[in-house]
Structures are given as structure tokens and as C-alpha cells.
């Protein structure tokens, strides 16, 4: 028998894949609406008494609204700048609001702070008045604005109605002042120094009592060392850079004193210490220096400037 020829294997053939149907393009949804902003309009108050807490209602009409469940409402919102409590609503009996019904409200007691005791209260003052949250922090008085006045901008942004605590009384204006100037003010150059001492009111000056200033400027520090002279009651001056450049104690002094003479000699006075000004200075490691063989800035020795404030004294008594 002849051999059998294999039979021809059958090609696979793979079906070719249902067209996906075509999902339908969204047309451009329409936009919706902005809703309406909530208008609240305050409620009628009896002319002639004092209303502490004001009263607003939600919409133009001051008839309660009918909802779905067959009750009758109207939304109100009570506000005030201090504190109150809902305390009850009844009825009048009697009178010419007969038939109407009220709601009382209990306006919060003022806090007896004068009652406590005045070293309390300037403790208090202290935690009101901190910088960022921190008692006794310097508060940073920073350059000029479009309108040249200095600021102390983060002071400010920590509470920008902070110092309205000084329009309460004159009592406590007294007491809280104190504790306000009391906080070192750091400025960037005696030309800042300058600016904020000549646009505070001069009785503000005596009430400086510590001051931190970056760089000494010789065009402006005269100038800002003579406004000084005012802050009798200063403890504490600060000064970080500029001030001499050479190692000479004695001819720095002689320059120093020129410019800060009447300062030192006011502060003498308020102390009852013709050299009690020189006490007050403190200086950065910057503020005093001298070059070196190879022209590098150095600070000068402890034994310089103890001779650079002795040198001052000598000159004020």
C-alpha cells in the first residue's frame, strides 16, 4: 500500500477582535450656580439702652419660615465682642411686650484683674505681651515701610491689636507700659535707631529699658546716640559691629565719646553716677577690632576694652 501522505494541518486562525463601542462624548456639563452668600440682617434694638450682644437673622423678612415637617423656623445668630451664655426664655405676662416670648442672655462679668495683686498682674503682663510665645523675647524693630515709618513687623503678626491693653484705663496703662518697654528692642543700624527714636513721642524714650543694635554707622550714629540721650532709664546697649576697626583703645574711646557724650552723661545723671553710662554698654565681638600682620579683622582682647570703657570713665568724671 502506498504510504499515507500526512494531511495539511490546519492553520489557527484567530478571530479578530468586536470593535469596543464608542462611548458617547459628555457635552459640556452646565455650570452650576454659585450659591447665593447668606445675608444676615440685625434685629430692631429698643433705642436708648445699651445692647451688648447683638442680634442677626438670616434673610430679608423676620417672619419664621414653614419647613417640610410642618414646623415653623428662623435662623439667628448672636454676636458679641466678649463673652455670654444662653441662660433661659419665658414668656412676658405682663406689660407692653404682654404675649411675647424672650430669650435672656447673660453677658460674661468683667474679670477683677485690678483686684489682683500687682505682682500677678505684671506677670500677666509679661505673658501678654511675648514675642511668638516666648516671655522676655527681644521684638525685632524692622526698616522702613512705603510710608518710612519703622515697624515691628513680627510683633505685629503675632497679635496686631496686642498693645490696645494700654487703652483700658490709665491704671493699667501705667503698669503694662512697663512691662512692654521692658522687652529688648533689636535694630539693624543706629540709621534705624535714628528713625524709630525720632518717631516715637519723646515721653516714650525714658521708658527704653534695653536695646540691641547690629551695626554702628558713623553718618547716622551721633545723630541717633544724641535721640538717645532721652532713655535715662536705659539698663542695657548693645552694640555688635563698627564701632572701631583699629587697635587703639585710646583713640577709640576719644571717638566714641563724641559721639555718645551727652547719652553717657544723661545716664550718669538719672543714677546718681557720673560713669554709670559706661556700665550700660555692651559690645559684640565685632564692634571692637584691629587688623593683623596679614590685614585680617581680629577682635580686640578683653584687656582692650576694659582699657577702651576705663578710658570713657576717665573722660566722664
Not at 442680634?55 to 415637617?69: I, M, N, P, T
Not at 587703639?248 to 546718681?272: Q, S, V
Not at 555692651?282 to 576705663?310: C, H, I, R, T
Amino acid at each position: 500500500m502506498p504510504p499515507k501522505t500526512p494531511k495539511a494541518s490546519k492553520a489557527k486562525v484567530e478571530a479578530a477582535p468586536e470593535p469596543k463601542p464608542e462611548t458617547p462624548k459628555k457635552s459640556n456639563p452646565t455650570p452650576k450656580k454659585p450659591k447665593a452668600p447668606i445675608v444676615y440682617n440685625t434685629l430692631d434694638k429698643v433705642v436708648g439702652s445699651p445692647i451688648p450682644i447683638e442680634v442677626v437673622y438670616e434673610g430679608q423678612s423676620d417672619q419664621a419660615k414653614l419647613a417640610k415637617a410642618g414646623i415653623y423656623g428662623h435662623t439667628i445668630k448672636l454676636e458679641a465682642p466678649s463673652a455670654f451664655s444662653l441662660f433661659k426664655t419665658l414668656v412676658i405676662a405682663e406689660g407692653e411686650y404682654e404675649g411675647y416670648q424672650a430669650i435672656l442672655l447673660r453677658p460674661a462679668k468683667a474679670f477683677p484683674f485690678l483686684k489682683l495683686s500687682k505682682e500677678v498682674r505684671q506677670r500677666t503682663y509679661g505673658f501678654y505681651f511675648a514675642q511668638k510665645g516666648v516671655v522676655d523675647e527681644a521684638i525685632v524693630i524692622d526698616g522702613k515701610r512705603a510710608n518710612k515709618e519703622v515697624f515691628a513687623k513680627t510683633f505685629a503678626e503675632g497679635s496686631k491689636h496686642r498693645v490696645g491693653l494700654l487703652a483700658v484705663n490709665k491704671e493699667i496703662y501705667e503698669e503694662a507700659i512697663q512691662a512692654f518697654y521692658g522687652h529688648t528692642l533689636k535694630l539693624e543700624s543706629t540709621s534705624t535707631l535714628l528713625d524709630f527714636l525720632s518717631q516715637i513721642p519723646a515721653s516714650v524714650r525714658p521708658r527704653l529699658k534695653s536695646l540691641s543694635i547690629k551695626t554702628y554707622i558713623k553718618t547716622t550714629s551721633r545723630n541717633a546716640m544724641h535721640f538717645l540721650a532721652d532713655s535715662r532709664n536705659l539698663t542695657k546697649l548693645r552694640i555688635d559691629t563698627n564701632i572701631f576697626s583699629e587697635g587703639d583703645p585710646a583713640k577709640a574711646a576719644k571717638a566714641f565719646y563724641a559721639d555718645a557724650y551727652r547719652f553717657l552723661e544723661n545716664i550718669g545723671a538719672a543714677k546718681g553716677d557720673k560713669v554709670a553710662g559706661v556700665d550700660v554698654l555692651e559690645f559684640g565681638k565685632q564692634a571692637l577690632q584691629y587688623k593683623d600682620d596679614k590685614k585680617n579683622a581680629k577682635p580686640w582682647s578683653s584687656v582692650m576694652v576694659e582699657e577702651f570703657k576705663e578710658l570713657l570713665r576717665n573722660k566722664l568724671k
